[in-house]
């Protein structure tokens, strides 16, 4: 298990530059948390690749790998990302009661399904990735940090409230239904962390514990 | 509290079960069994997912069916220095062949995603008058607070369990 901690810190350094917009050199980092872009695990990862160009535009990440099925069946699949700098926000000011996605949201949405039409029919993608036209998948997109859901005036707990209600409607009725994610850099992140924390050799209890849980609400479920 | 066995579900079976054998051979040996069994429990603060092997399965049985903690002296959620971890806002903790006698493992604060893997319990229980020890051979531990809440819980759990892999997945590159 690696303990260098440096990938984790030059990203942080990254996310937190707030002139620039920084997601071409954030995508480098993508390549270490593989498993949080694809639906399921894979036994091995083909092909990544940022900036693929299209005849639309680049698309900013795209990663295929092999996957196989309950019956042995191998099936190669690929899924595309969408990348905004840390330094953008998800959602901003509609009304006093309502807040609407960014215009960075809005244009990585249109790019990402613009791109994904366009690889459906592409030979040379499906050729790249090693894919059938039915196994190009949404990844995603990645955009902003938690410190920028938001870009409001609104007091904090109602911003944080208005956030996760704006963000349960996208995913409701647009995301979920392709199967498109919405991450944060945090998220990237908190995944490049290596962390070993210390025990504190010095805890020790001479009293006897209650076997209860002493929860008022509890619930153990079984699966076999 | 809702029903979160159906997403739990999701994650376990698209992440750790519907997996290629060669990436299996990557898993700790508790998730290599043929038919796996696992446990969720679940108060206001925290979930834990933890997977089961034969002897652990049957004390587990035994436990619950006295309304007893799956697993007494694992998680306290206050602060306390009776306790070998201390988290709180942390995430992607994956803590592994630790051995913790008369002491909690683990003070929980909020929002905050644990790996315990190989993680052996010894402590005092007064219901049975002596110390009892367990293995907890791979558990997932979340804890909800400002940042995870019951409707992104999933998010949380797909992370932790992504993070796992991928350290599976370096411990045998290395």
Known sequence: MTTDNSKH???????????????????????????????????????????YRGNKGDSD??????????????????????????QCYLFKEDTKQRLMPSDDLVKAENQLFHYYHEYRGSDDFKSTFDVHTNDIYFGGIIIGTKERYVDGTYKKKKQSTMYSHAKMIRKRYIYR??????????????????????????AKMEEEISAHSGSAQQNTDFHE | MSDLTPEIKKVVEEKLIDTPPDVKDLFPTVLKQKNLSWITFRDENYIILSF???????????????????????VVTEKTE?????????????LKGNKVRNAYSLSLGPDSTITLEDHHQTIKVKE??????????????????????????????????????????ESYDH
């Open chain 1, 9 to 51: 810190q030059e990203l942080k350094l990254l996310i937190e530059e707030s002139s620039k917009q920084k997601e071409r050199e954030c995508a480098k980092y993508l390549e270490h948390c593989k498993d949080l872009l694809v639906t399921g695990t894979p036994s091995e990862f083909i092909h990544q690749e940022a900036e």
């Open chain 2, 82 to 94: 009776q306790s070998a971890f201390h988290f709180e806002n942390s995430f992607n903790i994956y």
């Open chain 1, 177 to 202: 239904i392709h199967g498109i994610e919405l991450l944060t850099w945090d998220t990237i992140l908190k995944q490049l962390k290596v962390e070993k924390p210390e025990m504190n050799k010095s």
């Open chain 2, 52 to 74: 089961l092997e034969g002897i652990e399965k049957d004390r587990i049985k035994r436990f619950t069916s006295n309304n007893y903690h799956p697993f007494p002296g694992l």
């Open chain 2, 128 to 169: 049975f008058g002596n110390e009892i020890d367990y293995k907890i051979s791979l558990a997932f531990i979340i804890s909800f607070g400002e940042e995870i809440k019951e409707y992104n819980f999933s998010q949380y759990l797909k992370e932790i369990v992504s993070y796992s892999i991928n350290q599976w997945r």
């Open chain 1, 61 to 86: 990440y795209i990663i295929s790998c092999k996957t196989t099925d309950g019956t042995g069946d191998e099936t190669n699949k690929a899924y595309i990302w969408e990348l905004k700098a840390p």
